[in-house]
T-cell receptor, first 111, second 115 residues
């Protein structure tokens, strides 16, 4: 079992729709969870992080964390073609000094 | 505040050669992590340095090594290059002091091509 798993996609949604990206992790002691966006040929950029169970909203983005289910998700409301990218889920392990990335989900937003 | 910088941005080497990549973290950040990114494997963790000490290491052969200087700048070295080492090498910096609460910020990467 991979430490951080994501559906590789591609996930295709129409412009204006909600895109839902999911991630599961295996280390039950993990405390910090991050979502990064990576455009083709570019380096990852941080979208948001979440530490506590529940939802965290930032503009059109909402991160959801369920530690009991070891599940974290990212919702993108009113998706735009400019949101088309690979989204990486990242988890800091129990020891605290290692960030583990999922393989990423490719998102396409159709105009 | 200036971001993470990496040099060089592009490198072309031949098999058997060695290469050194450099990373300057965000001012005030003391932790530097290195990743290898390939289309097939995604982001693979190489190692993490904090205050000149390697705190964590990924599952890469000994040909991959790194170090960190007192000003937090870091270098990674790959010796005896193989074709499979062709990848985007990313450096990420963070404060390194808050453990589970530490956010990483990535540099633009160095694209290494091994011929």
């Amino acid at each position: 079992q991979k430490e951080v798993e994501q559906n590789s996609g591609p996930l295709s949604v129409p412009e204006g729709a909600i895109a839902s990206l999911n991630c599961t992790y295996s280390d039950r002691g993990s405390q910090s969870f991050f979502w990064y966006r990576q455009y083709s040929g570019k380096s990852p950029e941080l979208i948001m992080f979440i530490y506590s169970n529940g939802d965290k909203e930032d503009g059109r983005f909402t991160a959801q964390l369920n530690k009991a289910s070891q599940y974290v998700s990212l919702l993108i409301r009113d998706s735009q073609p400019s949101d088309s990218a690979t989204y990486l889920c990242a988890v800091i392990n129990t020891g605290g000094f290692k960030t583990i990335f999922g393989a990423g989900t490719r998102l396409f937003v159709k105009a | 505040k200036a971001g993470v910088t990496q040099t060089p941005r592009y490198l072309i080497k031949t098999r058997g050669q060695q290469v050194t990549l450099s990373c300057s973290p965000i001012s005030g950040h003391r932790s530097v992590s290195w990743y290898q990114q390939t289309p097939g494997q995604g982001l693979q963790f190489l190692f993490e340095y904090f205050s000149e000490t390697q705190r964590n290491k990924g599952n890469f052969p000994g040909r991959f090594s790194g170090r960190q200087f007192s000003n937090s700048r870091s270098e990674m070295n790959v010796s005896t290059l193989e074709l499979g080492d062709s990848a985007l090498y990313l450096c990420a910096s963070s404060s390194g002091t808050s453990g589970a609460g530490d956010t990483q910020y990535f540099g633009p990467g160095t694209r290494l091509t091994v011929l």
